[in-house]
Structure formats: structure tokens, C-alpha cells
């Protein structure tokens, strides 16, 4: 089992910047493809980016290509997404999500077994 637990968010402004964290525990995250999904209210899920386990490959919705840089420290079992030039559409609630058994990507929300609980973030305008 992988625990996820999320951080960092928070409010701000429109143009502002925030840092979420993503720390697990119970087992190594050098073998899981990491991503961050995000959902607004009266909105379904979506991914917005994933990075493979071992980092060499990254996917970014186009929404936030630009904007936001995926990286994580297998070292100390944390990803973190750099979230720059934040517009008042970014606002969800983020959850961090893993997923075990391939060496890239992977963009399908149903193969995420594991996800945190999940941290708002609101951007005003």
C-alpha cells in the first residue's frame, strides 16, 4: 500500500505562484508513475500532469503547459508541482494519485490505485 498525502495549498491571487507538495509512504515511489489530477465544482476529475518513475518522461494538459513543471525526489519518496502564472480556472481541489507497473506516463484516471486526500486550491481574480 502507498499512503499519499498532499500539501502546499492555499489562495492567491491571480498571476501568484504556490509550490504543491505530494509525500508517500508505505512503499518506495521509484517504481510509480506520479500525477496530479485536479477537480473544480460541477467538473469531472482530469489529469493535469504525470511524471514516469524515472522522471525522463512528463505529460502536461495543455491548459497548463508553460505554467506548471511536474518534478519529483525519489530520494525522499516526494513529487512537487511548481504551479506559476496561476489563473482563476486553476482553482480545484488537487489530489495526488500513483500507479505501479509501467516505465512511462500514464494518462488513464482508472489505473491510479492510489490517491491523497486532496489539497484546494483557489485563485482570485
Known amino acids: 500500500q502507498v499512503q499519499l498525502v498532499e500539501s502546499g495549498g492555499g489562495l492567491v491571487q491571480a498571476g501568484g505562484s504556490l509550490r504543491l507538495s505530494c509525500a508517500a509512504s508505505?512503499?518506495?515511489?521509484?517504481?510509480?508513475?506520479m500525477a496530479w489530477f485536479r477537480q473544480a465544482p460541477g467538473k469531472e476529475r482530469e489529469l493535469v500532469t504525470a511524471?514516469?518513475?524515472?522522471?525522463?518522461?512528463?505529460y502536461y494538459v495543455d491548459s497548463v503547459k508553460g505554467r506548471f513543471t511536474l518534478s519529483r525526489d525519489n530520494a525522499k519518496n516526494t513529487v512537487y508541482l511548481q504551479m506559476n502564472s496561476l489563473k482563476p480556472e486553476d482553482t480545484a481541489v488537487y489530489y495526488c494519485?500513483?500507479?505501479?507497473?509501467?516505465?512511462?506516463?500514464?494518462?488513464?484516471?482508472?489505473?491510479?490505485?492510489?490517491w491523497g486526500q486532496g489539497t484546494q486550491v483557489t485563485v482570485s481574480s
Open positions: 494519485a500513483a500507479a505501479s507497473g509501467s516505465s512511462g506516463v500514464v494518462l488513464t484516471t482508472a489505473l491510479y490505485p492510489y
Open positions: 508505505g512503499r518506495t515511489l521509484s517504481r510509480y508513475t
Open positions: 511524471i514516469s518513475w524515472s522522471g525522463s518522461m512528463t
